[in-house]
């Protein structure tokens, strides 16, 4: 199954380096902002950011886990290599072969397989 999705433009690319320029200051606002973006890049640079600032919460890994994207559901499992306090097994069973070896992969790091 494919997902069609816009190619990034000008736009997406600078609303992501805002998001790791606000990072790397401590300021994840930005990242916060993106979520809601229209464009799947951003949304899987910001939770990215939020990850790595700590400040990833419940609310987010519900919202990634249901996103329509898979680069959103991947950036999500990206993450779960080293952060195990959320759920892998829903992944496990995404229609995206991306996401599925990379749940796989994440789970393999996390000691699970």
Do not use: F
Not at 2 to 11: C, D, L
Not at 29 to 39: I, K, M, T, V, W
Not at 58 to 64: F, I, Q
Not at 80 to 86: K, N, Q
């Amino acid at each position: 199954m494919r997902e069609a999705a816009p190619r990034p433009g000008k736009n997406s690319t600078a609303a992501r380096l805002a998001i790791l320029e606000a990072l790397a200051r401590g300021d994840v606002r930005p990242a916060l902002e993106a979520l809601g973006s229209g464009d799947d890049r951003t949304r899987a640079t910001a939770l990215g950011a939020l990850a790595k600032a700590g400040a990833l919460d419940a609310r987010h890994v519900e919202a990634s886990m249901a996103d329509p994207s898979h680069r959103v559901r991947r950036a999500y499992a990206e993450i779960l290599a080293t952060d195990t306090r959320w759920p892998l097994d829903a992944l496990h069973a995404d229609p995206i072969d991306s996401v599925v070896e990379t749940a796989c992969w994440a789970a393999g790091e996390q000691g699970l397989g």
